[in-house]
């Protein structure tokens, strides 16, 4: 017994009685088409069980249904997340996904955009591995672009980025609604743009309250533990006193609560901690579990792959949006 054949086009347009591309226009609500004609052409769709498949759709509609994924971030501990939500959402729309690592490289980024455009990708996620704005590759391209996590310099270009000012915030009036008052802040390097948006968030939330950053300063260092102990001996020798303080990362309150500890202080009970980007290896594992400010970063991935999907449909939005964080609280404040 012979396969069956399925349908094609051709055999929509002949039963409903035009041309080919008027049954593809009807079909894809593309042009000009009565709505008579349109109704005629659905109709010997549904009776003929026709189905297009991917290929004949991108040679219908002049796109592939095809995207490019291109991180910068070899650690991945950012980037991956930003990646898993931007693939949520293209599988959500049925698009394949091609994904290329740049590692940082500003040459192996320009040989995979050359590989992704023989592809005919009908447009590009470019993925940061921080949010220190990064040179745009946008003009350069015939395709739409969105850029994840780093935001391109040009602002006219289409840009999402976690909102730490307000992220660093959540930590101060959180701890403000515990009772803290005596706040200090300890973070990482003052070139990460970041480190700087975090340490606005913290001023203005304090100045807010008609408080002061305890130490009188913000103390800006590495991302790392052994900041976070170097650190925690400064702050606790300039005042006895504090209660509180919000770290720029979930490595440096890692190790501030190390140090902390064997210098006698119970965390919460004497000095409540907050860490920053909820990353699951530190955050739960620590003692006590860590508060924390999650970025949302697969939220943001899914959010600036809808906004691609709309910018090949003609409808960019271009500037910076910045994506809210929230607060994950755990015993390191309460």
């Known amino acids: 017994m012979a396969p069956q054949r399925h349908a094609t086009i051709t055999d929509v347009a002949t039963r409903a009685g035009v041309s080919i591309a008027t049954a593809s226009k009807a079909l894809n609500g593309r042009g000009q088409v009565r709505a008579e004609t349109r109704e005629r052409v659905f109709r010997a769709a549904e009776e003929l069980s026709f189905r297009p498949n991917a290929l004949a759709r991108g040679l219908l509609s002049g796109q592939t249904r095809t995207v490019g994924l291109l991180t910068g971030d070899s650690v991945g501990r950012f980037g991956i997340p930003v990646l898993l939500g931007a693939e949520d959402a293209f599988g959500a729309g049925e698009m394949a996904v091609l994904l290329c690592d740049a590692r940082g490289d500003a040459i192996r ?9 023989t592809r005919r990708v009908d447009g590009l996620i470019v993925v940061g591995e921080s949010t220190d704005p990064r040179p745009s590759i946008s003009r350069d391209l015939p395709i739409p672009v969105v850029y994840a996590y780093a935001p391109s310099e040009d602002p006219a270009d289409v840009s999402f980025v976690p909102d730490d000012v307000d992220g660093a915030a959540q930590a101060v009036r959180h701890l403000l609604t515990l009772g803290r008052r005596r706040i200090a802040h300890v973070t990482g390097p003052t070139h990460y743009q970041a480190a700087r948006e975090r340490a606005a968030g913290v001023a203005a939330a304090l100045e807010e309250a008609g408080l002061s950053l305890s130490g009188g300063q913000v103390m800006y260092g590495a991302w790392s533990q052994r900041w976070g102990r170097q650190a925690a001996d400064v702050i606790l020798r300039a005042d006895p006193e504090i209660d509180a303080v919000v770290c720029g990362s979930d490595q440096i309150a890692a190790g501030l609560m190390e140090t902390a500890r064997e210098r006698g202080r119970r965390v919460p009970e004497d000095l409540a901690v907050v860490g920053y980007d909820n990353w699951e290896v ?10 924390t400010v999650d970025m949302n970063l697969e939220a943001l991935g899914r959010t600036a792959a809808q906004h691609l999907f709309a910018a090949i449909d003609g409808r960019a939005t271009p ?14 404040t309460v």
């Not at 980024?109 to 455009?117: A, F």
């Not at 739960?284 to 860590?290: A, S």
């Not at 910076?320 to 994950?328: E, F, G, I, S, T």
């Open 319 to 332: 500037g910076v949006h910045r994506m809210p964080c929230r607060l994950v609280i755990r015993d390191s």
């Open 109 to 117: 980024e320009q040989h995979h955009v050359r590989t992704l455009l």
């Open 282 to 291: 530190l955050s739960t594992e620590t003692r006590p579990p860590l508060t």
